[in-house]
C-alpha cells in the first residue's frame, strides 16, 4: 500500500504540543515478577479509571475480537571488532534473507563497503560479517553464517535506550510476549507482556476471540521526532503481514458491530495500515510509514491496549487520536500523579474510541 508521508491532518500540529514532565524514577527498569500485577488506566471521553490489568476481563465483553502482534525479540545486539581491530557495535534493524541483514553501527570511524567485521561471544566463540553497502543510516551486511542462527549463539536482548542497564538472563524471556512465534523484533510490541497464558484462556472462556498480526518492530521505532512541525516528519518504515485468517475475522468482527481491540500500538499500525476503507481490511505483506495523530480517521480499531510513551513521540500522538490530545496528557498527567510506571517495563492503559465503549 502507498501512504501519504505528510498528511493534511498535521498541518498546524507541532512537536511541542506533545510534551509533558515524566520523573525519571516512573520509568519502569525492571518488570514485574508477574506479568498481569501491573495496574491498567483505563481512559474514554468521559472517564479516567484506576484499575489493575486484570479488569480487562470487565471491560472486555463476549464478541470482542483481541488482536496481537506475534512477533519474537531477537537477540539483535552485537559486539566486536573491525579488521582494523577498533570496536564495533551492531544492532541489527531488520533481517533480510538468511545471512543477510541491515543494521545500524557504533565505532571509532565509519565501516566501508568491503569491510569484513568480527562479533564475539562471551565463550569466545565469533562469527564475521561483511559490509556491503548503506541504506541511508543503515548498513547492509552479508552474514558468514545463517543470521538468525548467529545473533540466537552471541547475541544479546536489545533492551530500550531508556532502560538504563545491560540486558540479564531473565530479559530473555521477560522481555517477550508469551505468544511471541515469528523472529525478527528488534523491540517487543510491549502492550503483549500483560498477558499470561492463564489471563488468555480467561478470556477465551468468556467468549473473547482473538486474533494475530505480525509486525517487525525495528530500532527506528526509538529514534525521536526532530522536526517541529510534525508536517515534515517522517515515519521510520515497518514491514508486516496479516493473514487470510486474520483478515477474514476482523471483517467479519466489523460487519457484526463487534469491538476490534487492538493490543499495543504495532497491532493497531499494521490493522490501520491494512485497512480498504472503514470497516474492512486486507490480507497480505507490506511496509507501512502510516503517521497516526489527531485528524485521522480509523478504520478498524475500537479499542487499543497500550504502554505509556516517551514525551514528543509519534507514539503519544497516535494514542492522542483516539481520545483527544488534551484528555491524553490529562490522563498522563494523573499518572504521574498516581506514580504509575511508565515504558516498556510499565503499566497499561486501555484507550476507546468514542461512541465505541464498553455497553
Same mark, same amino acid.
Given at each position: 500500500m502507498s501512504f501519504e508521508l505528510h498528511p493534511e491532518y498535521l498541518a498546524g500540529q507541532h512537536l511541542s504540543d506533545y510534551d509533558f514532565d515524566l520523573p525519571p524514577e516512573l520509568i519502569a527498569q525492571f518488570p514485574l515478577e508477574d506479568r498481569t500485577a501491573s495496574r491498567l488506566l483505563h481512559v474514554t471521553d468521559s472517564v479516567i479509571e484506576d484499575l489493575v490489568f486484570t479488569d480487562v476481563k470487565r471491560l472486555l465483553r463476549p464478541g470482542d475480537l483481541l488482536v496481537?502482534?506475534?512477533t519474537k525479540v531477537i537477540k539483535a545486539r552485537l559486539r566486536g571488532r573491525?579488521?582494523?581491530?577498533?570496536?564495533?557495535?551492531?544492532?541489527?534493524?531488520? &533481517?533480510?534473507?538468511?545471512?543477510?541483514? &541491515?543494521?545500524?553501527? $557504533?565505532?571509532?570511524?565509519?565501516?566501508?563497503?568491503?569491510?569484513? #567485521?568480527f562479533f564475539e561471544g562471551a565463550g569466545g566463540e565469533t562469527h564475521a560479517a561483511t559490509v556491503t553497502g548503506r541504506r541511508g543510516e543503515f548498513f547492509e551486511l552479508s552474514f558468514d553464517d545463517p543470521v538468525l542462527g548467529v545473533?540466537?549463539?552471541?547475541?544479546?536482548?536489545?533492551?530500550?535506550?531508556?532502560?538504563?542497564?545491560?540486558?540479564?538472563?531473565?530479559?530473555?524471556?521477560?522481555?517477550?510476549? =508469551?505468544?511471541?512465534a515469528h523472529p525478527g523484533a528488534v523491540a517487543a510490541p510491549t502492550a503483549g507482556l500483560h498477558f499470561s497464558r492463564e489471563l488468555l484462556d480467561e478470556l477465551r472462556a468468556m467468549g473473547v476471540d482473538e486474533a494475530f498480526v505480525t509486525l517487525h518492530v525495528g530500532a527506528g521505532t526509538f529514534q525521536p521526532v526532530r522536526e517541529e512541525d510534525l508536517s515534515q516528519h517522517v515515519m521510520h518504515s515497518e514491514w508486516f503481514v496479516i493473514s487470510p485468517e486474520t483478515a477474514e475475522k476482523v471483517n467479519a468482527a466489523k460487519r457484526e458491530g463487534r469491538r476490534v481491540v487492538a493490543v499495543g500500538s504495532t497491532s493497531l499500525r499494521a490493522l490501520e495500515s491494512a485497512s480498504v476503507r472503514?470497516?474492512?481490511?486486507?490480507?497480505?505483506?507490506?511496509?507501512?510509514?502510516l503517521f497516526i495523530a489527531p485528524g485521522y480517521r480509523f478504520n478498524i480499531?475500537? &479499542?487499543?491496549?497500550?504502554?505509556?510513551? #516517551?514525551? $514528543?513521540?509519534?507514539? =503519544?500522538?497516535?494514542?492522542?487520536?483516539? &481520545?483527544? $490530545?488534551? $484528555?491524553?496528557?490529562?490522563a498522563y498527567r494523573h499518572a504521574v500523579a498516581e506514580r504509575y510506571r511508565f515504558f516498556s517495563y510499565g503499566d497499561a492503559c486501555f484507550f476507546e474510541l468514542p461512541g465505541r465503549q464498553k455497553a
Open positions: 496481537m502482534n506475534d573491525k579488521e582494523t581491530g577498533g570496536a564495533v557495535e551492531a544492532m541489527i534493524e531488520r &533481517v533480510t534473507g538468511e545471512t543477510s541483514a &541491515v543494521s545500524m553501527l $557504533r565505532a571509532s570511524k565509519t565501516p566501508k563497503a568491503g569491510g569484513r #567485521l545473533l540466537d549463539a552471541i547475541g544479546k536482548v536489545p533492551l530500550p535506550p531508556y532502560i538504563e542497564r545491560e540486558a540479564s538472563a531473565d530479559d530473555a524471556g521477560r522481555y517477550q510476549t =508469551v505468544y511471541a472503514e470497516g474492512e481490511l486486507r490480507a497480505g505483506a507490506m511496509d507501512t510509514q480499531i475500537d &479499542v487499543m491496549i497500550t504502554n505509556f510513551h #516517551l514525551p $514528543r513521540s509519534t507514539l =503519544v500522538m497516535l494514542v492522542s487520536a483516539i &481520545v483527544g $490530545r488534551e $484528555r491524553v496528557l490529562e
